[in-house]
């Protein structure tokens, strides 16, 4: 049995969608014997710890239940530290050693190698793709290059950037 702390929520328009895919994949840690610690990251970026209420779906209907009923946390990029919670004196150790994370993200600031990074720093091993994988394949048109130049075949494209089609939108479609 580990300690398995699964980050979810987060700073993107993904945040709900996280949520589920979260519940599902804490649903199945505990199920194969696995102590779960669901972190839930609010849509503002800050950190909650929680307990089996989190578990419940019907918490998230809204998303200011996790704010009152978890335990505020940060992940300092300090290797000594670990995961932090916060007390009446300010911050001290959570109580659970974290043997592993299963971040648990969709979209920006968690799918794209910024958590990873972050849990790279912390020194806490974690599932999944790195920071470098993750960063390339939440880039679209970098994944396509980096697919080309091993062989794959790839649909031509056109980058366009925003100041590109703020200027010359017209003529873009063209």
Sequence with gaps: MRNVAVLYGGVSPEHEVSIITALQVI???????????????????????GSDDFLDPKLYRDLGNPKRKGKRVVLPADRELGMLAKGMMGFGGVVDEIEVVFPVFHGRNGEDGAIQGLLELSGLPYVGCGVGASAVGMDKYMAKRVAKDIGLNVVEDVLINESDWNEDRKNIWD
């Design 27 to 49: 649903n199945a840690l505990k199920g194969a014997g696995h102590k779960v610690l669901p972190v839930y990251l609010s849509k503002e970026g800050t950190w909650f710890l």
